[in-house]
């Protein structure tokens, strides 16, 4: 019997801080940013939690990406919350992803934000491998951030990462724009 009680508040006190680690990930700018790269994040086959993913989101928000077509022309891809998750998602477990950021630049005023995460991401196949900047629009509502949208865009050999997006250990002799 005291066993059994041991680990029922043993559980109870797990659950609880693990809803609160959620609940401080969203108490700040670069919490929920980097909680939204640690959800998509994972092992090859590892499913990713898409309801935790949803609740850093505005119900309207929308995900974009820019692009470059073949020809060298820029393409703006443009998808709600639940297309992201439906087409987007499960290549994520597929071939495994890790991202994380590299930089972060933030502008707030009055419950508004602009955030450029640099980034650096990679399959876990080893067929992909980028870095770029994600742009969130953030708000401040009901006591927490909510992401309104995110447009990201990877960096090219023409357009390389200026040093001010970067963390310092990241910057390199290459990008000094």
């Known amino acids: 019997m005291k066993n059994t009680v041991i680990i029922t508040l043993l559980t109870i006190c797990y659950i609880n801080l693990n809803a609160q680690v959620d609940t401080l990930a969203v108490q700040s700018i670069e919490g929920i940013t980097n909680k939204m790269l640690a959800l998509i994040s994972g092992e090859i086959g590892e499913q990713r939690d898409w309801e935790e993913y949803r ?3 505005l119900p309207t928000a929308q995900k974009m990406s820019i692009q470059e077509t073949r020809d060298g022309k820029k393409r ?3 998808m709600n919350l639940e297309e992201f998750v439906r087409y987007v998602g ?6 495994g ?3 994380y950021a590299i930089g972060l630049t933030v502008n707030e005023f009055n419950g508004i934000a602009n955030v450029f995460q640099s980034y650096y991401c990679k399959n876990l196949k080893g067929t992909y491998e980028k870095r770029g900047i994600n742009s969130y ?3 401040h509502q009901k006591n927490r951030w ?7 865009v990877n960096e090219t050999k023409a357009y390389p990462i200026p040093n001010k ?5 990241f910057k390199s002799k290459k990008n000094k724009k």
């Not at 909510?146 to 990201?152: G, N, P, Y």
């Open 165 to 169: 997006f970067l963390f310092k250990k």
């Open 97 to 99: 992803f890790e991202e």
């Open 137 to 139: 629009q953030l708000v």
């Open 76 to 78: 703006v891809r443009t």
């Open 90 to 95: 499960p290549l994520y477990a597929i071939d």
């Open 146 to 152: 909510w992401i309104a949208s995110v447009l990201f």
């Open 55 to 57: 609740n850093l989101f």
